[in-house]
T-cell receptor
């Protein structure tokens, strides 16, 4: 079945540690996105990638890093520089960046808790 | 630049009542607009989208939305709410993939 997979579903991290969230898609989509969701604040765009080997900062990129070495994969690293990393993280993909059919397909999310 | 504004962070209706969730957009070009639904601890799924053509768009689960260019609006409606409609709803505009702040829908028995 085609889809977008995030792992793990729950993640605990000690303060000061970097952690990487996985996002894999087998939909052959060019564009991929990372969002952070906090209660009452909706979805905020962290990073996006329009095509492999390219990515751009979103609205809240500080303390995060990404890579897009393969079309299928867009991992997000939460670094120790992120002051308040506890949140629900959502990965999404779309066929492309510019076409009309750019609806996003979402993973099930990773809930990160800093302990 | 494009952005969306969802009016009302929380909407409560009785079962069987009309559901109306509001979304206004700002865009310098004709927009493509989307509504998504999110159930607790899950990702978002597409309800419906407007690209071109007919301005009244029908989606899944009995929802529909009407694109009104003169009002820069894309409000989501459903004639009769079900308990299973309780969720968070997000409006989004294409090309920058920014979402509105979301509206939590509560359905009372």
């Amino acid at each position: 079945d085609g889809g977008i997979t995030q792992s793990p579903k729950y993640l605990f991290r000690k303060e000061g540690q970097n952690v990487t969230l996985s996002c894999e898609q087998n939909l052959n989509h060019d564009a991929m996105y990372w969002y952070r969701q906090d209660p009452g604040q909706g979805l905020r765009l962290i990073y996006y990638s329009q095509i492999v080997n390219d990515f751009q900062k979103g609205d809240i990129a500080e303390g995060y890093s990404v890579s897009r070495e393969k079309k299928e994969s867009f991992p997000l690293t939460v670094t120790s520089a992120q002051k308040n990393p506890t949140a629900f993280y959502l990965c999404a993909s779309s066929i492309d960046w510019t076409g009309a059919n750019t609806e996003a397909f979402f993973g099930q999310g990773t809930r990160l808790t800093v302990v | 630049a494009q952005s969306v504004t969802q009016l009302g962070s929380h909407v409560s209706v009785s079962e069987g009542a009309l559901v109306l969730l509001r979304c206004n957009y700002s865009s310098s070009v004709p927009p493509y607009l989307f509504w998504y639904v999110q159930y607790p601890n899950q990702g978002l799924q597409l309800l419906l989208k407007y690209t071109t053509g007919a301005t009244l768009v029908k989606g899944i689960n009995g929802f529909e939305a009407e694109f009104k260019k003169s009002e820069t609006s894309f409000h989501l409606t459903k004639p009769s709410a079900h308990m299973s409609d309780a969720a968070e709803y997000f409006c989004a505009v294409k090309n920058d993939m920014r979402f509105g702040a979301g509206t939590r829908l509560t359905v009372k028995p």
